[in-house]
């Protein structure tokens, strides 16, 4: 999920994710997750449908990645990953061949941003 403030409104959140909002907390399906810690009275639970919640709270409490790229002035909420994670964000060296059948090493773009796109006919 994109975003151009690190907040999102909670019925977006909702729409876009599946999780809604209980007295609990984040919840889908079965599973729901406490969003306030009562060890800390300063994080509130989420107000009414139409209203902010703090991306980082959510990130931290929903494990979902939260990135921020200052120079475009974005962040993004990635998925819920209560499994494994990724420990870094550093690909391993690929090394593929270009459509001139050339070697190409992923790690020629070292420094640079780089989306990956992978996809299957299956």
Known sequence: MILDKPRVRRDEFTRRTGWTFE???ACRGDLCIALQDPAA??????PGPGDWLDA??????LRMPLVHDERAGLWCLGPESFGS???SAEAPDLRLPTWRDEPFKLSSLRGTRVLLLAWASW
């Open 23 to 25: 007295p609990e907390g």
């Open 41 to 46: 009275s300063h994080e509130p639970l989420p």
């Open 56 to 61: 980082e709270l959510l990130a931290r409490r």
């Open 85 to 87: 994670v990724l420990q």
